[in-house]
């Protein structure tokens, strides 16, 4: 059991725009920066977000985060076949003081 | 380039010990908080441990406290996890982690390739 919520399994088509969540509470997401990770099957996680909404050199601009109170969202706009890959957020825990993990959604593009 | 090399991994028996070690290069790597992150097959990620960049602190999960300790050598760009007392619970993939924003913020950059752990009789 995660501490952060994202539902298991995501799709869309390609074009389309696609909004993937992460639930947390006051002691995670409501006081610390939340981050998204992409990672391609068989591959090392890539981070594509960092501080809520900042994408790091070479993340396209298709790749979007927010935050508000305790949830968190990566948005993906002009969805591409290869965008298909497992979405993870992370964030530190003030309580457990340990960094956590979504469990992860899987992104499948139809 | 930026670049995490992991080695070390392998087939244990419950109860044993295994050292994890990952060598970087392309950065200045005493300025930097590092992490060993693991994810179980078939599973999510999972935090285990991070040391600061002059390896004073570090932090671990609860599950593996008091089992692992991780440590960093600046001088050879060298970052360690030692990990006794190992059980099934512990097989995954281990990746170590450049911390990117730095101070425990969770986000990480570069990954190395990750060591496969598998822990069985």
């Known amino acids: 059991q995660s501490v952060l919520t994202q539902a298991p399994s995501a799709s869309g088509t390609p074009g389309q725009r696609v909004t993937l969540s992460c639930s947390g509470s006051s002691s995670n997401i409501g006081r610390n920066t939340v981050n998204w990770y992409q990672q391609l099957p068989g591959t090392a996680p890539k981070l594509l977000i960092y501080s809520n909404h900042q994408r790091p050199s070479g993340v396209p601009d298709r790749f979007s985060g927010s935050k508000s109170g305790t949830s968190a969202s990566l948005a993906i706009s002009g969805l591409q076949s290869e965008d298909e890959a497992d979405y993870y957020c992370s964030t530190w825990d003030d309580s457990l003081t340990a960094v956590v993990f979504g469990g992860g959604t899987k992104l499948t593009v139809l | 380039q930026v670049q995490l090399v992991e080695s070390g991994g392998g087939l244990v028996k419950p109860g044993g010990s295994l050292r994890l070690s990952c060598a970087a290069s392309g950065f200045t790597f005493s300025d930097y908080y590092m992490s060993w992150i693991r994810q179980a097959p078939g599973k999510g990620l999972e935090w285990v441990s991070l040391?600061?960049?002059?390896?004073?602190?570090?932090k671990y999960e609860d599950s593996v406290r008091g089992r692992f300790t991780i440590s960093r050598d600046n001088a050879k760009n060298l970052l360690y996890l030692q990990m006794n007392s190992l059980t099934a619970e512990d097989t995954a993939v281990y990746y170590c982690?450049?911390?990117?924003?730095?101070?425990?913020?969770?986000?990480?950059?570069?990954w190395g390739q990750g060591t496969l752990v598998t822990v069985s009789s």
């Open positions: 982690a450049r911390d990117y924003m730095g101070g425990g913020s969770g986000s990480y950059r570069p």
């Open positions: 040391i600061t960049n002059s390896g004073d602190f570090t």
